[in-house]
T-cell receptor, first 117, second 111 residues
Framework: GAVVSQHPSRVICKSGTSVKIECRSL??????MFWYRQFPKQSLMLMAT?????????EQGVEKDKFLINHASLTLSTLTVTSAHPEDSSFYIC?????????????FGPGTRLTVL | RKEVEQDPGPFNVPEGATVAFNCTYS??????FFWYRQDCRKEPKLLMS???SGNEDGRFTAQLNRASQYISLLIRDSKLSDSATYLC????????????FGQGTELSVKP
C-alpha cells in the first residue's frame, strides 16, 4: 500500500511556542491531504483539508490562524500549531488521498503526539 | 446528534467468541462506508470497505443497510490480536473525500 510519513512522531514544547508537523506521501503524489486531531478516548476529528497549490479548507470551529496549513508540493503538507497551549496537546494525524482501482482511498500517517507544557 | 454513532464499548470477550459491532449514520448522502482498526497510540488502518451486498474477509463480515442507515461488523473466532478500537467511517457524497469517523468501539479479547 501507499506510504505516508509524519515528522516528528512526538514533540514536547513549552506553552507559547509554535510547532510544525510535516506530512509526506512517499511513493505517490497527493493533491489532497487531510489533517485530523484525536484527543484521548475520542475519535478522529477532521481539522482541515489541504489542497496542493491553494488554501486549506478548515472545518467549523478550527481556527485557521492558529493551525496554519501549507501544501506547497504534491508530496508535502505541513501543519503549524502557532502559540501552542496545553489544550492543544493531542495526537495529530494526517492522511493523503490517492486513487486506487477500487476508488479513492486515504492513507494515514503514523501520527504526531504533541504535548504542550 | 453525531453523524456517525457506535456502541460505546468496551467489549471484553474470550478468545474464540463472536462479537458484533453496530454503527448508525445520520447523513443520507453518505456514499462509502468503511471499518477501520486503530491500535493504541497508532494511526487507524483500513480493515475493510462495506458494500450493500455485504462482504466477508476471513473472520470478518461487514453489512450495510442503507434504508435504516446502519452498518455492522461481525468478528468470528476472536483472536487476542483482534484487541483494538474499531472505527466506523463514512464518506459523504460531494464533500471532497472527507471521512467522518465514529467514536470507536474498544474490543479486548482475553485468553
Amino acid at each position: 500500500g501507499a506510504v505516508v510519513s509524519q515528522h516528528p512522531s512526538r514533540v514536547i514544547c513549552k506553552s507559547g511556542t509554535s510547532v510544525k508537523i510535516e506530512c509526506r506521501s512517499l511513493d505517490f503524489q497527493a493533491t489532497t491531504m487531510f489533517w485530523y486531531r484525536q484527543f484521548p478516548k475520542q475519535s478522529l476529528m477532521l481539522m482541515a483539508t489541504s489542497n496542493e497549490g491553494s488554501k486549506a479548507t478548515y472545518e467549523q470551529g478550527v481556527e485557521k490562524d492558529k493551525f496554519l496549513i501549507n501544501h506547497a508540493s504534491l508530496t508535502l503538507s505541513t501543519l503549524t500549531v502557532t502559540s501552542a497551549h496545553p489544550e492543544d496537546s493531542s495526537f495529530y494525524i494526517c492522511s493523503a488521498r490517492r486513487g486506487t482501482s477500487g476508488g479513492w482511498r486515504q492513507f494515514f500517517g503514523p501520527g504526531t503526539r504533541l504535548t504542550v507544557l | 446528534r453525531k453523524e456517525v454513532e457506535q456502541d460505546p464499548g468496551p467489549f471484553n470477550v474470550p478468545e474464540g467468541a463472536t462479537v458484533a459491532f453496530n454503527c448508525t449514520y445520520s447523513n443520507s448522502a453518505s456514499q462509502s462506508f468503511f471499518w477501520y482498526r486503530q491500535d493504541c497510540r497508532k494511526e487507524p488502518k483500513l480493515l475493510m470497505s462495506v458494500y450493500s451486498s455485504g462482504n466477508e474477509d476471513g473472520r470478518f463480515t461487514a453489512q450495510l443497510n442503507r434504508a435504516s442507515q446502519y452498518i455492522s461488523l461481525l468478528i468470528r473466532d476472536s483472536k487476542l490480536s483482534d484487541s483494538a478500537t474499531y472505527l466506523c467511517v463514512v464518506n459523504i457524497y460531494n464533500q471532497g473525500g472527507k471521512l467522518i469517523f465514529g467514536q470507536g468501539t474498544e474490543l479486548s479479547v482475553k485468553p
